[in-house]
T-cell receptor, first 117, second 112 residues
Framework: ETGVTQSPTHLIKTRGQQVTLRCSSQ?????VSWYQQALGQGPQFIFQ???????GRGNFPPRFSGLQFPNYSSELNVNALELDDSALYLC????????????????FGPGTRLTVT | SQKIEQNSEALNIQEGKTATLTCNYT??????LQWYRQDPGRGPVFLLL?????KEKRKERLKVTFDTTLKQSLFHITASQPADSATYLC???????????FGTGTRLKVLA
């Protein structure tokens, strides 16, 4: 088991609502990435946070937003939920040591299963 | 557009044999390639990282190769065990970016 925790485990929301998912990084890690994984698919990169700043973003609309806190924990917020947002949301923490990307190892949490009805 | 292909069909092999999983990519020049294991309902678990200038990497019963000419990585599990049954994902990243692109994964089933 990694030291990455996510809450809640499961969540059911109605279309149009807003949701906040939370992630606690592994101790010593300074970077958090969020992924969306639909059933039978690989994880899709949403965005990454490093030292409380967004450090890169995938092909997701602005209604997907995030935060990273000084203790490196993170939140993913999704506004105006759509049925297609139903998926497993994963966060992954890693340690970025500076300089060019090193192909860092990512440690994933267990995920939050979001169902939008 | 960038594309990563893993065999979507499940791979069934007999216990003790070597499992070989394939990851092919197009329209991409990755600097790093990772392999992950994912069990149902759980997050992926990091297994191995290989860089573009490395041909092969080993860790215990695992071996990864990375051929940038063929645009392919092979992932081998030797002396496979039923406990190795899971979905295996490959993920690629370019130098200077923190974004990893994942394949859809291959489900491996090791039969006792």
């Amino acid at each position: 088991e990694t030291g990455v925790t996510q809450s809640p485990t499961h969540l059911i929301k109605t279309r149009g609502q807003q949701v906040t998912l939370r992630c606690s990084s592994q101790s010593g890690h300074n970077t958090v990435s969020w992924y969306q994984q639909a059933l039978g698919q690989g994880p899709q990169f949403i965005f990454q946070y490093y030292r409380e700043e967004e450090n890169g973003r995938g092909n997701f609309p602005p209604r997907f937003s995030g935060l990273q806190f000084p203790n490196y924990s993170s939140e993913l917020n999704v506004n105006a939920l759509e049925l297609d947002d139903s998926a497993l949301y994963l966060c992954a923490s890693s340690l970025y040591r500076g300089g060019l990307a090193e192909g860092y190892e990512q440690y994933f949490g267990p995920g939050t299963r979001l169902t939008v009805t | 557009s960038q594309k990563i292909e893993q065999n979507s069909e499940a791979l069934n092999i007999q216990e003790g044999k070597t499992a070989t999983l394939t990851c092919n990519y197009t329209n991409y020049s990755p600097a790093y390639l990772q392999w992950y294991r994912q069990d149902p309902g759980r997050g992926p678990v990091f297994l191995l990282l290989i860089r573009e200038n490395e041909k092969e990497k080993r860790k215990e019963r695992l071996k990864v190769t990375f051929d940038t000419t063929l645009k392919q990585s092979l992932f081998h599990i030797t002396a496979s065990q039923p406990a190795d049954s899971a979905t295996y994902l490959c993920a690629l990243s370019s130098s200077g970016t923190y974004k990893y692109i994942f394949g859809t994964g291959t489900r491996l089933k090791v039969l006792a």
